[in-house]
């Protein structure tokens, strides 16, 4: 019996060391953490960060911080500089470069200049110790960026600062710890300085030349989910690798290189719903959860030196950020919820400032003392906790106020429906279809996409229903790895084509996708059969694409328009998708139309598109299509919009399309693109503005100014 009692004995010593149990125990707090401290409107990363507290060995001693806490926190921490870097709108940062710069260099030096003065003089401690103190107080990490994911406006104004300028503050805090750390290693010289900014220059200008052409090279030829999401993750470990080989932390690294593979990854794209997923889901909670584990309650119990530097700290730090995010948003104008935004993400310490602690902590000085004394250690403990809890409630605040702001805005802006139809009958061309379809899609519509399968009612409908299952199981697959609804449809008709208009009809589709048809023959047409009736029988909306890469490796959208296009229905429309696909894929919109169209084109750009990169060039006459010729590169993606024979921008010309695109473009990626042609034309002027010909004779003077300009300047 006592063998038996044994056997079935458990060991409840504490902390847990079996790896079982530490992981099941991690996932429960990941789990029901934020679940419990959302019903108090806690934010959830406090919620980790409190459950680190409690599970730690300062707290009840559950959990040892141990190595695997120490290695997916490291992964967490790059994670969340990845992230920001990924998440980035480039085109928008480019805008706001000099801002996101301003805000660094100010978060910089108001906390570094008020740290060094107070260090000195209040807390009387030696210059050194004074200037990596201080150093402290400037540095910052984005704890609270999965709070601006979660509501959706990581690509904001104020975000991409904070995020640019957390980029400039943590470098120059970084070289400042590596000066310090390299002083008393007797690694400093005249030009240690000098040569650490000279490595960390050709570092990054190494990875932003080389890492983009690596990931484009491997997108293009390996299609695999698992396999791009390994790729990626790989690519951003040796950019972090890179950087601390040099002697700067690897943060620096993983963020510069989510910078370069931002255009290889759209935001829309199932490869960025995985690292989303993964890191918000264990990555980045594993990383909160360690920073709660270091964090010490007691030092607010008799400790007062402790809680006097710690006081000290915090409010010099607060001060600080509060400061450069007050003066930036008084120098650009921005709103009162941007800088309480940029505050938000720019006060929370963590990272680098754990690293500056440690070495400071690490290094003794002749006298036996240390650099930086036990009072700051236990300080900078309470500096973190406090830091991130207001750093996620100023983040949560100002987020739902943006969120509410943008809801009141979009119900005036976006009371079009959408509904986009893409039948996906050929197997091969289905991936890219459905990429187009991601791209060009309203982000803030539910349920906008419908996948369909038409079956032939013949013989061989069983075979073909079996066939057209498996295409639309692999086009939900693709929908949901996105994190998008998808509506898949399966019906028998005569033929595919009245199969497919009968089911825009009764979907109300307002856009069609389809792959361009493959010449099996010499008598076989251009288009094909199928296309050909799509085209005469609906006037809705109709994008024809061949790609011969995948959609987000693409580099350039060349545009070629034809006169007067700017009066047809649909004008509004295939801008507006041109310029989604554009914004999503990072890449330009190079426009080739008459003068007086690209008056129209740069007038409705300008006004409802603005951040889209573009370029305008004239093509006076459309029988001058093939000076494109020129212009396109095979990782380039040219547009010709063409126009339904009878309607207002038809021209004789388009009967000569299909030579030309086989004869001229068939070595690179195409969309022929038929837009609406149905309804009032004056409509197309409009702009969906309800002054109407109010806001056309605007437009209509900027076209006449656009096209005196060019005849001018010809």
């Keep these: 019996m006592k063998e038996l009692l044994d056997l079935v004995r458990f060991d409840i010593s504490l902390p847990v060391t079996d790896p079982t149990w530490i992981f099941f125990l991690v996932l429960v707090i990941i789990l029901f953490a934020p679940i419990l401290l959302e019903r108090l409107r ?73 740290g060094i003065w107070t260090n000195l003089y209040l807390l009387d401690y030696a210059l050194v110790t004074s200037v990596l103190l201080a150093s402290m107080y400037a540095s910052h990490t984005l704890i609270a960026y999965p709070i601006v994911i979660r509501y959706g406006i990581n690509r904001q104004r104020a975000v991409s600062i904070a995020v640019g300028g957390t980029a400039v503050t943590d470098t120059l805090t970084l070289l400042v710890l590596a000066v310090i750390a390299g002083m008393y290693k007797g690694e400093t010289s005249d030009m240690f300085l000098v040569w650490l900014v000279l490595k960390v220059v050709v570092l990054s200008v190494l990875i932003m030349l080389t890492f983009p052409r690596i990931g484009r090279w491997f997108f293009r030829r390996y299609s695999d989910q698992v396999v791009q999401y390994i790729f990626v993750m790989a690519m951003m470990f040796l950019g972090a690798a890179l950087m601390e080989l040099i002697g700067m932390e690897g943060i620096l690294g993983a963020f510069l290189v989510g910078l370069v593979l931002n255009r290889l990854i759209p935001h829309v794209s199932p490869l960025m719903s995985h690292l989303e997923f993964v890191g918000n889901a264990l990555f980045i909670p594993y990383f909160l959860i360690g920073v709660g584990m270091l964090i010490n309650v007691n030092i607010l119990f008799g400790h007062f030196d402790s809680i006097k530097v710690a006081s000290v700290m915090i409010v010099v730090a607060l001060t600080g950020k509060w400061i450069a995010s007050w003066l930036t948003q008084k120098i650009y104008r921005m709103r009162a919820v941007e800088r309480e935004l940029m505050f938000g993400l720019s006060n929370a310490q963590a990272a680098a400032t754990l690293a500056a602690v440690l070495v400071g902590y690490n290094i003794v000085l002749p006298g036996g003392e240390r650099l930086l004394n036990e009072d700051v250690l236990n300080g900078t403990i309470l500096l973190i906790l406090v830091t991130c809890v207001v750093s996620s409630f100023m983040t949560e605040h100002a987020a739902k106020r943006i969120v509410m702001d943008d ?19 050929n197997p091969d061309t289905l991936e890219s279809l459905m990429q187009l379809a991601l791209v060009v899609r309203n982000e803030k519509m539910d349920g906008n996409l419908v996948a369909l399968n038409v079956i032939n009612d013949n013989n061989d409908s069983v075979r073909l229903e079996m066939k057209g299952k498996r295409s639309l199981e692999r086009a939900g697959q693709i929908a949901a790895s996105a994190n998008i609804s998808l509506r898949a449809l399966s019906r028998f008709d005569l033929n595919i084509a009245t199969g497919i208009l009968h089911t825009a009809k009764e979907v109300d589709a307002t856009s ?66 041109l310029c989604r696909m554009s914004s999503q894929l990072g890449c330009r919109l190079h426009f080739f139309a008459h003068p007086q169209t690209l008056g129209y084109l740069k007038g409705y750009i300008q006004k ?17 299509l093939l000076i494109i010729t020129g212009q396109v590169n095979f990782d380039h993606l040219l547009v010709i919009v063409s126009a339904r024979r009878g309607s207002i921008s038809y021209d004789s010309a388009f009967e000569r399309l299909p030579m030309q695109v086989s004869r001229y473009f068939n070595n690179c990626s195409i969309m022929l693109l038929y837009p609406d042609q149905k309804g009032d034309p004056n409509e197309a002027l409009s702009f969906a503005d309800p002054r109407g010909w109010a806001e056309t004779q605007y437009y209509d003077k900027v076209g006449n100014w656009f096209y005196k300009w060019f005849k001018k300047d010809s």
């Design 407 to 425: 809801v009141e805005v979009d119900e005036d802006k976006e009371n079009d429906k959408e509904c986009i139809l893409i039948p996906v009958a």
């Design 608 to 624: 409802k598109h603005k951040d889209v990169l573009t370029e305008y060039q004239e093509l006076e006459d459309w029988d001058d």
């Design 42 to 114: 806690i934010p959830h990363i406090i919620g980790m960060i409190l459950a680190g507290i409690v599970v730690g060995e300062h707290g009840f001693n559950i959990l040892a911080r141990d190595s695997s806490f120490e290695l997916f926190g490291k992964v967490g921490l790059y994670y969340i500089m990845f992230l920001a870097g990924l998440e980035m709108n480039m085109e928008d940062f480019k805008s706001i470069r000099v801002k996101a710069t301003v805000l660094g260099i100010l978060a910089f030096v108001i906390p570094l200049g008020i």
């Design 512 to 577: 069609i996708i389809i792959g361009l048809h493959h010449k099996a023959s010499i008598v076989d047409s251009f288009f094909g059969n199928l296309t050909e009736d799509l085209l005469k029988n609906t006037y809705r909306q109709v994008m024809i694409a061949r790609f011969l890469m995948p959609v987000n490796t693409l580099r350039r959208i060349i545009v070629a328009v034809p006169p007067k296009s700017e009066f047809e229905h649909g004008f509004v429309k295939w801008i507006t998708h």
